[in-house]
């Protein structure tokens, strides 16, 4: 795809961090955006933005994981714009961390909602308008985690291993049907985004004190560790920048940095000899940290 203007993009988790990033990222090449995000505030601002860079903006409301609210987002595409030439499933969230002992079925239930029903909805939602048109591009963001086994945040890493598989086997699916849809599968290391945070938005019958039961906070210490390293991290604005190439040259792989290939071909290592998975520290350990 080289010709945007006037074509439309559809995204996810699009009022902050990566999400917006793209949306102004895609409005820029003329493109009309159709933001969605569970945070009905930031997502109105965000719609604000795009629309005062000259194309139409249109502000859906979405909890991700849910199936009816994803209905009615494509009911809303469809009536303003059709299939959507770009859609990017990019929502997700940074739950159930720390040991997996202590790691709750609402964790569990929270991350999986967001990050793989998120994604899933969305093929089931736009999937089928863009192979009856015969064009357009899917982007779902999974990550580094999704391409290697780091402990601390095993629903997460779950999840974004799900999503791999999935664009994966809809590379081959389509390839096979000679379809003009094009798959991306965006997997970025640490980026600037509000993704430390994700608590904000986790529904209350998800919370883990909705028993009366104290909810498990992050130390302040490793809160302020936290803020600081995805403060520093790479702009989301230049992740967005990736996309928009990958989209133009076809490529079925984003990555953001270099940081984690030496972790990735280990992992392929163990699976290649049969050999144990490799031990590892945080996620992070890899940036010296």
Known sequence: ??????????????????????????????????????????????????????????????????????????????????????LCLNAGVGGGGGPTHQITTRDWKWTLDVNLWGVIHGL??????????????IVTTASVAGLTSFPGSLPYNATKHAVVSIM????????EAGSNVHVHCLCPGVVATNITHSERNRPKELRNDVDGEAPREIPAQMRSFLDRVYAEAKPSSEVAELVLAAIVEGRFWIQTDGFFRDAIKARHRSIENDTDPPARGSLLSVYGL
Do not use: W
């Open 168 to 175: 994966e086997g809809l590379f081959s699916e389509l390839a």
């Open 124 to 137: 089931r939602v736009f999937l089928g308008d863009m192979r009856e048109r015969d064009a357009g591009h």
């Open 1 to 86: 795809m080289r010709e945007f203007e006037g074509g439309t993009a559809v995204i996810t988790g699009a009022a902050s961090g990566m999400g917006l990033a793209m949306a102004e990222c895609f409005a820029r090449e003329g493109m009309n955006v159709v933001l969605s995000d569970i945070e009905e505030r930031a997502l109105k601002d965000a719609a604000a933005r795009i629309e005062a860079l000259g194309v139409t903006a249109l502000a859906v409301q979405t909890d991700v994981g849910n199936e009816g609210e994803m209905d009615h987002l494509g009911r809303v595409v469809r009536a303003h714009f059709g299939a959507p030439d770009v």
